[in-house]
Nanobody, 126 residues
């Protein structure tokens, strides 16, 4: 059974930083793409960053490139999202998702991902 457990969310002031973690189990980690997505109240879910574990390729949305960094520690089956210079409008529930690498045509498009964590809330205050 695929399990994804996010942690690290919380309250931070604008301009601050947070690091989210996604602990994965129940599948062969190296064969998957792991992505971070977020959904703010009343808005659509959007892709933030993804990583293809097999070769470490990373993908970022235009809005976070240069401020967020996705990484993985394969020995721990864990993916991290380091978020710097956070903005108020980035307040959202952040989700970790996983999908077999050959299924994912667009690593930032959430419908390609079938396995999801429960989400972790990030609140950025002004």
């Amino acid at each position: 059974e695929v399990q994804l457990v996010e942690s690290g969310g919380g309250l931070v002031q604008a301009g601050g930083s947070l690091r989210l973690s996604c602990a994965a189990s129940g599948f062969t980690f190296e064969e998957y793409v792991i992505g971070w997505f977020r959904q703010a109240p009343g808005k659509e879910r959007e892709g933030v960053a993804s990583i293809r574990i097999s070769d470490g390729s990373t993908y970022y949305s235009h809005s976070v490139k240069g401020r967020f960094t996705i990484s993985s520690v394969n020995t721990k089956n864990t993916v991290y999202l380091q978020m710097n210079s956070l903005k108020v409008e980035e307040t959202a529930v952040y989700y970790c998702a996983a999908e077999f690498r050959t299924v994912v045509a667009d690593p930032l498009y959430w419908p390609y991902f079938s396995n999801w964590g429960q989400g972790t809330e990030v609140t950025v205050s002004s």
